[in-house]
């Protein structure tokens, strides 16, 4: 089981916007971070502090974090974008992840 | 450009040890700015965090894995170990060496993302 809950999945079309979510009590003035992997590959840190993202990755993505429920937007999702996506916080110099959200790109 | 690398036994007996290397390139553990961690992921599921260490040697500890687990760095050679004793099936996981950056709340340093990965390695635990 997991502190961090994530849908398992969300379906898309090319073009629409993706929301992902990740809730939980620990939420509350914590920071988020969330991590893209697309198939056999690493993890990618794609946003970090709730909302900043780290160079090199696009525009599109985009994040926030309110009360018990942080979500990652992805606009104008492209195929490149299917992959799985987790979200990331520190409890007591403790890493959490959740458990992970299936994005389908089609 | 920094990049982590792991190596290790692909294949552990059950009861034995499991010993994974991650060795830094383009960048000096030591340069006090980041934490080095692992991070596993067993088949078909999520991301489990192991731990982290720092260049002086401090470390933090998932607490499930305390009693079998040790962290340690060689800063002489730009490296940092996992040794996971008494391993079970259940440790069977690709296993990834990461950075971990740290910011500043005042004073006071606080963890923050993993920001670059290895490739990843992946570890059976079999007979």
């Known amino acids: 089981s997991y502190d961090l809950t994530q849908p398992p999945s969300l379906s898309v079309s090319p073009g629409q916007t993706a929301s992902i979510t990740c809730s939980g009590n620990?939420?509350?003035?914590?920071?988020v971070c969330w991590y893209q992997q697309k198939a056999g590959q690493s993890p990618v840190l794609v946003i970090y502090?709730?909302?900043k993202r780290p160079s090199g990755i696009p525009e599109r993505f985009s994040g926030s974090n309110s009360g018990n429920t942080a979500t990652l937007t992805i606009s104008v999702t492209q195929a490149m974008d299917e992959a799985d996506y987790y979200c990331?916080?520190?409890?007591?110099?403790?890493?959490?992840f959740g458990g992970g959200t299936k994005l389908t790109v089609l | 450009q920094v990049q982590l690398q792991e190596s290790g036994p692909g294949l552990v007996k059950p009861s034995q040890t499991l010993s994974l290397t991650c060795t830094v390139s383009?960048?000096?553990?030591?340069?006090?700015?980041?934490?080095w961690s692992w991070i596993r992921q067993p088949p078909g599921k999520g991301l489990e965090w192991i731990g982290d260490?720092?260049?002086?040697?401090?470390?933090y500890y998932k607490t499930s894995l305390i009693s079998r687990l040790k962290i340690s760095v060689d800063t002489s050679r730009n490296q940092f170990s996992l040794k996971l004793n008494s391993v079970t099936a259940a440790d069977t996981a690709v296993y990834y060496c990461?950075?971990?950056?740290?910011?500043?709340?005042?004073?006071?340093?606080?963890?923050?993302?993993?920001?670059?990965w290895g490739q990843g390695t992946k570890v059976t635990v079999s007979s």
């Open positions: 990461a950075r971990m950056v740290y910011y500043y709340d005042g004073n006071i340093p606080l963890p923050d993302a993993f920001d670059i």
């Open positions: 383009g960048a000096s553990i030591s340069s006090g700015n980041y934490y």
């Open positions: 260490i720092y260049y002086s040697g401090s470390t």
């Open positions: 620990i939420l509350h003035d914590k920071f």
């Open positions: 502090h709730d909302s």
């Open positions: 990331q916080v520190w409890d007591s110099s403790t890493a959490l």
